[in-house]
């Protein structure tokens, strides 16, 4: 088993910068891929950015060149830096990270969500 934390969301004016952290703890042997997702009021939940245990990533068109996705093996942490941020990005930022655990089941978990609002 093992449980995922998110921090750092917050209020940030638009062209701001915020870094999400989603950290994995528990029985873990490797991170295998994660991704970000996101839900603003009254839409569906998107993907935001994914990322593969080689390095290979994607992002959603809205967030290309702004958001950069990445893992750190060595803290179990995926991170999220969204970089000149836009009102429309304001959401609930999830993540869903796919674990190798050390009884070599390989099993997905969702964060609990973090809030990002941008605002002046």
């Known amino acids: 088993q093992a449980q995922l934390v998110e921090s750092g969301g917050g209020l940030v004016q638009p062209g701001g910068s915020l870094r999400l952290s989603c950290a994995a703890s528990?029985?873990?042997?490797?991170?295998?891929?994660a991704a970000w997702y996101r839900q603003a009021p009254g839409k569906e939940r998107e993907l935001v950015a994914a990322?593969?245990?080689?390095?290979?990533?994607n992002y959603a068109d809205s967030v290309l060149g702004r958001f950069t996705i990445s893992i750190d093996n060595a803290k179990n942490t995926v991170l999220l830096q969204m970089n000149s941020l836009k009102p429309e990005d304001t959401a609930v930022y999830y993540c869903?990270?796919?674990?190798?655990?050390?009884?070599?089941?390989?099993?997905?978990?969702w964060g609990q969500g973090t809030q990002v609002n941008v605002s002046s």
């Open positions: 528990g029985s873990i042997s490797s991170i295998n891929a």
């Open positions: 990322i593969w245990s080689g390095g290979n990533t």
């Open positions: 869903n990270v796919g674990l190798r655990e050390y009884s070599g089941t390989n099993r997905a978990y």
